[in-house]
């Protein structure tokens, strides 16, 4: 059985940076696609990224591009997502998602729990 943790939340100031990460554990890395989703307050889980097994194909909102980087450590069973010039409303509960499609399709296979990040003005 696939387990996700996320880590690297935080608080930020608007126009900073923060770096995700997701422990990929249970079953072999890189036959996963690997995204990430997040939920803001009264909102419903929205896509924000996603890549596939050997990091050849990467898939973006368009709220994000240019803003955030979506990447994969195989050798660490980890994906991360790079946030740059973060905005107010980016601020939302990031879920890390695996499953066995590129790209994902619900219903997705594994969620992690969650890491909280808040964008300050």
């Known amino acids: 059985q696939v387990q996700l943790v996320e880590s690297g939340g935080g608080l930020v100031q608007a126009g900073g940076s923060l770096r995700l990460s997701c422990a990929f554990s249970g079953r072999t890395f890189s036959w996963y696609a690997m995204g990430w989703f997040r939920q803001a307050p009264g909102k419903e889980r929205e896509f924000v990224a996603s890549?596939?097994?050997?990091?050849?194909?990467?898939s973006y909102a368009d709220s994000v591009k240019g803003r955030f980087t979506i990447s994969r450590d195989n050798a660490k069973n980890t994906v991360y997502l790079q946030m740059n010039s973060l905005k107010i409303e980016d601020t939302a509960v990031y879920y890390c998602a695996a499953d066995s499609t590129f790209p994902l399709k619900t219903p997705i296979d594994s969620w992690g729990r969650g890491t909280q990040v808040t964008v300050s003005s």
């Open positions: 890549i596939s097994g050997w990091s050849i194909d990467k």
